[in-house]
């Protein structure tokens, strides 16, 4: 079916645009300002590319590591969807091996079906440093097996990520991975900065939510922070919370990395779509909310409660960068290190992947998501949800 949305504005990825028109069919935009004689939509609002995001763990109640099913998969979509996530990858940590094969199989399963939003699958662990280990349960951090690479190695799974600790897998294995379509991110690492950077030499691109459980940057030791603010190449995902990055860190950040080449994630966990502050359970241990923080009772930040809109207007608030960097940082730089070419823009021939964004009806210097669309079909709307 074709379908025109008339909208109060849009934004490409580059700059915002008065009155929008964007015509839709069988998924894809395929005009941009000219009203056709089909079905029409009148939206108020911006529309803007939807979110992807690269890093999550749960969220309306579900965790992906206590559920490793597609129906976990389909109600942790459906959770982000209401923030503008458009596009994400639901992200295992640090578990069993079978509980790995699990969660293969039910993003499998997600792709195969073409369920909503699902573009593949983030590892993060189980090769990680447990000094570094946040709340990875220390018992299942391990040296990588056959198992675990016949798993990273499956061409079954769309886009496939996994996060590790250099200096806990060997050059060689990296290679291995990349060989095998896995985009190598390092995290959870306490490693020296020679050992990053060989990592990189390796074909690593990536940083798991920079600055957080990795050796940090000093005057003789660069360490994992410095390799990364170095490299050009490399992407690292930002976590603008206010609790796990300062303000102040995360703009040297931006100062220090070419642009585009920092992006945002939300490792957002189950609270993420619920209006209650009720804690969880992640391995037996008792993880607190209080208001928008996660702590596990033995003090660690445990994952957030954050979502994509509000990283984006964190991002403006707390940063003081332009809505359209931070837009970018929410949807075309993730898209680019996914190597989505048809998401994070709209033009002609994109995935209609759209949000449409108003004035928070409870603060007009942050915006909110009013709809959401997924492939040209509305998976979210305000108006259902009352």
């Not at 009148?42 to 763990?57: A, H, K, S």
């Not at 573009?119 to 570094?132: A, C, M, T």
């Not at 951090?141 to 990520?161: M, N």
């Not at 837009?327 to 075309?332: C, N, V």
């Amino acid at each position: 079916m074709r379908q025109t949305l008339i909208a109060d504005g849009f934004f490409d990825g580059q700059q915002f645009h008065q009155d929008a028109v964007i015509s839709i069919e069988d998924g894809h935009i395929i005009a941009l300002d000219s009203v056709s004689n089909a079905k029409e939509v009148r939206l108020q609002g911006t529309l803007v590319p939807g979110f992807v995001d690269v890093q999550v763990n749960g969220g309306g109640g579900a965790l992906f590591n206590s559920a490793p099913t597609l129906d976990c998969i389909e109600t942790i979509g459906r959770a982000h969807a209401q923030f503008g996530t458009t596009g994400f990858l639901p992200t295992l940590i640090t578990d069993k091996v079978e509980v790995m094969a699990q969660a293969a199989d039910a993003v499998a399963e997600a792709i195969k079906l073409q369920s909503a939003g699902v573009l593949g699958i983030h590892f993060e662990g189980p090769h990680l440093s447990v000094p570094k280990k946040g709340v990875h349960p220390q018992s299942f951090i391990r040296s990588i097996s056959d198992e675990e690479l016949a798993i990273f190695s499956r061409q079954d799974l769309g886009i496939k990520v996994v996060t590790l600790a250099p200096e806990n897998v060997s050059v060689e294995v990296i290679k291995t991975l990349i060989a095998n379509d896995v985009k190598v991110c390092l995290g959870h690492s306490n490693a020296d900065y020679d050992t990053v950077l060989a990592a990189l030499n390796a074909g690593a691109n990536g940083f798991t939510h920079l600055f957080n459980a990795m050796s940090g940057f000093g005057s003789r030791e660069p360490g994992m922070v410095g390799a990364a603010l170095e490299s050009d190449a490399a992407w690292c995902g930002l976590i603008v919370d206010g609790h796990h990055v300062h303000s102040a860190t995360a703009k040297v950040a931006l100062k220090a990395k070419p642009q585009g080449k920092i992006m945002l994630v939300t490792d957002a966990m189950p609270p993420v779509g619920l209006d209650d502050d009720a804690s969880f359970e992640l391995f037996g241990t008792e993880v607190i909310r209080q208001g928008d923080r996660l702590n596990a009772k033995s003090g660690e930040l445990a994952g957030c409660v954050l979502d994509m809109v509000g990283a984006v207007n964190n991002t403006v608030s707390m940063l003081g960068l332009s809505y359209e960097e931070a837009l970018r940082m929410a949807s075309l730089y993730p898209a680019q290190y996914l190597q989505q070419a048809n998401l994070g823009t709209i033009a002609v021939g994109q995935r209609a992947d759209l949000v449409l964004l108003a004035a928070n009806a409870n603060d007009n210097s942050r915006y909110q998501v009013n709809q959401t669309y997924i492939n040209g079909d509305v998976v979210f709307s305000r108006c259902d949800k009352g």
